[in-house]
């Protein structure tokens, strides 16, 4: 069965501060991953998508994820963090099926120190 | 302008009522979803629809039952609500040919 798990319950990292954030999936094949946002009482904000091709995307906000296939991850970085960026984030693989389902991790709470 | 749209943004009610939650969204998907978020911020996908269609019923209790009067809408109905109930329900939808969904804000159920 497909998983996502993203180790990470907290991370705090000072302002300007470079930033990664873990996520391993478990997929038969080739999946499409996802990294979302969510800001404190939000919905979901789509950050960047993986579905083939370059293995290092970009996406908004300055945000970058890269797909390692020997390694089953998908981590999600930015260079600089800034203090807006404080939220909980979300990794997700949708089933490559009719429903294309998102499979969801449990979330990363990133805190900024100013 | 806004893509997805949830009412009501909160819902606080007591166990043993039924209510609703409404989904609209104006993209032009054919696709829509509702997934469920717990106090431990843990997603999982509840329905889907696709152009009026159930293609996904996960392993919900009978008393949620999703309705779909056109592509555009998909509403949640929950009967004989429980306190496990509480949580926020999120709305999501997708292109055809598009695999990423756009959420909704959610709507933050409360059963007292």
């Known amino acids: 069965a497909q998983s996502v798990t993203q180790p990470d319950i907290h991370i705090t990292v000072s302002e300007g501060a470079s930033l990664e954030l873990r996520c391993n999936y478990s997929?038969?094949?080739?999946?499409?991953l996802f990294w979302y946002v969510q800001s404190p009482g939000q919905g979901l904000q789509l950050l960047l998508k993986?579905?083939?091709?370059?293995?290092l995307v970009q996406g908004i906000k300055g945000f970058e994820a890269e797909f390692k296939r020997s390694q089953s991850s998908f981590n999600l970085r930015k260079p600089s963090v800034h203090w807006s960026d404080a939220a909980e984030y979300f990794c997700?693989?949708?089933?490559?099926?009719?429903?294309?389902?998102?499979?969801f991790g449990s979330g990363t709470r990133l805190l900024v120190r100013p | 302008d806004t893509a997805v749209s949830q009412t009501p943004k909160y819902l606080v009610t007591q166990m043993g009522n039924d209510k609703s939650i409404k989904c609209e969204q104006n993209?032009?998907?054919?696709?829509m979803y509702w997934y469920k978020q717990d106090s431990k911020k843990f997603l999982k996908i509840m329905f889907s629809?696709?152009?009026?269609?159930?293609?996904i019923n996960e392993t919900v209790p009978n008393r949620f039952s999703p309705k779909s009067p056109d592509k555009a809408h998909l509403n949640l109905h929950i009967n004989s609500l429980e306190l496990g109930d509480s949580a926020v329900y999120f709305c999501?939808?997708?292109?055809?040919?598009?695999?990423?969904?756009?959420f909704g804000p959610g709507t933050r159920l409360t059963v007292t």
């Open positions: 997700a693989v949708a089933r490559m099926d009719s429903s294309y389902k998102l499979i």
């Open positions: 629809y696709n152009n009026k269609e159930l293609i």
């Open positions: 999501a939808s997708r292109p055809t040919k598009g695999n990423e969904q756009y």
């Open positions: 993986y579905f083939s091709g370059d293995t």
């Open positions: 997929y038969g094949a080739t999946p499409y």
């Open positions: 993209l032009g998907h054919d696709t």
